[in-house]
């Protein structure tokens, strides 16, 4: 089979079909037996990490998965950023780092900066997050860590619990599981953090069957993964809606009382009040080891983008 990575932008999980999605699991496996040692398969290559809104897992693993591949990174954020304050554009931007680098990697608050940024660069650009629907390497993290805790991503059944309005990585990871054959698929938020229309008409037209469930406690008994996201406060064009919704869904110990043995909770993080601690200790607690993931994941995407064998 050949590489469809190859030279590819990675703007939006849909994206990638099935087949495209194993190849990259398979080199993540890859990925991850040869952690330790520093590879260079990379190596004379520039990865630019443009991040034009907060990250942590997301910045810190594309650099190190960078850096694990003996390729060089550098980086505008924080102070360096300061050029697009001080009103450059977007797109000269781009046009800088393309010519500095290899590959980039951006993250904006708007909805389509990657895809505009995908247009100017010659270069491939990976969107590490970009406004309210496109999170493609979170979307291939999570499932890659329902395959690791399963064995599987088919026949699951599914609770995807959070802001599905504002919420990326939740909306990504939803359009992955279009590209597998869950059992079941139950979409639980408040009323006005459901999905949007675009959304669901791409499930309608993908033919992808979900449910919306009016509560986590009518579907907690029969559901191996419950996938939680925070409220997407800075993305909220009325403070007030925030502060009306906030706190509305928590997962606690008597959420889990009713789950199976084997359900897994995952979580892109950071989360604010939506998982309570006392979960953490729990077997149920997957999103650490999903955070985990982020790493080798993001070593098989950049060496099959680069054509890079690992
Ligand atoms: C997510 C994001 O930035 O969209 N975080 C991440 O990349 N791990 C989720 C979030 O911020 O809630």
């Known amino acids: 089979m050949g590489n469809p990575f190859r030279g590819a932008d990675v703007i939006s999980i849909l994206d990638f079909n099935r087949g495209d999605l194993e190849l990259l699991f398979e080199y993540a496996d890859r990925a991850q037996k040869r952690l330790g040692t520093k590879l260079d398969v990379l190596k004379g290559r520039v990865v630019a990490l443009a991040f034009f809104e907060p990250s942590t897992r997301t910045r810190f693993s594309f650099e190190v998965a960078a850096k694990r591949l003996g ?27 393309d010519a500095y680098g290899d590959l980039i990697v951006i993250r904006h608050k708007h909805e389509g900066a990657a895809k505009l940024a ?7 650009v990976v969107n590490g997050g970009d406004g309210w629907q496109h999170h493609p390497t979170q979307a291939m993290i999570d499932l890659y860590a329902v395959l690791k805790l399963f064995g599987t991503v088919d026949g699951l059944r599914y609770a995807l619990l959070g802001d599905l309005k504002y919420g990326r990585a939740i909306v990504s990871f939803l359009y992955g ?29 993908l033919g992808f069957r979900y449910e919306f469930a009016a509560s986590l406690d009518s579907v907690i008994e029969e559901v191996d993964v419950l996938y939680v996201s925070r ?9 007030a809606e925030y502060e009306r919704l906030k706190g509305s869904y ?14 897994k909770v995952l979580h892109p993080l950071p989360r604010v009040d939506e998982i309570a601690l006392e979960v953490d200790a729990t077997p149920h607690a997957a999103y650490f080891y999903q955070a985990s993931l982020g790493v080798p994941v993001r070593m098989a995407l950049l060496s099959l983008i680069s054509g890079a064998e690992i």
């Open 71 to 97: 390729a060089d990174v550098i980086s505008v954020s924080g102070e360096e950023a300061i050029s697009v304050a001080k009103g450059e554009n977007l797109a000269d931007t781009i046009r800088m780092l």
């Open 118 to 124: 995908a247009e100017i660069a010659e270069d491939p």
């Open 177 to 205: 599981l279009t590209r597998f054959k869950p059992g079941a698929v139950y979409l639980v938020s408040p009323e006005p953090l459901r999905p949007r229309r675009e959304v669901l008409m791409k499930l309608e037209e």
């Open 231 to 239: 409220v997407q406060k800075e993305r909220f064009p009325d403070p």
């Open 250 to 263: 928590v997962v606690n110990l008597k959420t889990l009382s009713r789950a199976r043995p084997g359900l």
